[in-house]
C-alpha cells in the first residue's frame, strides 16, 4: 500500500560526501516525520535525524555539522547530505516515514528496505 524507497548509498572514500534520497509513495493522505536511522554491523539502529513536515528537526549530536536532513513535501521526500564523511558511519541507513492513509485513520511507521554506505580507503 505504502512503499519507501531508499537511494544514494554507496562506496566512498574518508572525508567525502554522499547524499541519501528517500521518497514515499503509494496509497497517502498524508506524511508526517520523516527520518533517518542506521545501522552498523553488531550494533542497534540508531536515529540519524528527523524532520518533521514543517521543517523542524532533530539531529543525533554524532552528526551535527556534517550531515543535514531535508524535504520536499510535494514529491514525499526526504534527503540527507551527509559530508566529512567518517569510517564510523559505515552502516545501512533506513528511512523512516510516518504516513496516514486512510480518513479516518492511523498515522503508522513505514520503513525503507535501507542503503548501504560505506566509508573506506
Known amino acids: 500500500q505504502v512503499q519507501v524507497v531508499e537511494s544514494g548509498g554507496g562506496l566512498v572514500q574518508p572525508g567525502g560526501s554522499l547524499r541519501l534520497t528517500c521518497a514515499a509513495s503509494?496509497?497517502?493522505?498524508?506524511?508526517?516525520?520523516m527520518g533517518w536511522y542506521r545501522q552498523a554491523p553488531g550494533k542497534q539502529r540508531e536515529l540519524v535525524a528527523t524532520?518533521?513536515?514543517?521543517?523542524?528537526?532533530n539531529t543525533a549530536d554524532s552528526v551535527k555539522g556534517r550531515f543535514t536532513i531535508s524535504r520536499d513535501n510535494a514529491k514525499n521526500t526526504v534527503y540527507l547530505q551527509m559530508n566529512s564523511l567518517e569510517r564510523e558511519n559505515t552502516a545501512v541507513y533506513y528511512c523512516?516515514?510516518?504516513?496516514?492513509?486512510?480518513?479516518?485513520?492511523?498515522?503508522?511507521?513505514?520503513w525503507g528496505q535501507g542503503t548501504q554506505v560505506t566509508v573506506s580507503s
Open positions: 524532520i518533521s513536515s514543517g521543517g523542524y528537526t
Open positions: 523512516n516515514a510516518k504516513v496516514r492513509t486512510g480518513v479516518p485513520g492511523p498515522t503508522q511507521d513505514y
Open positions: 503509494g496509497s497517502i493522505v498524508s506524511v508526517y516525520t
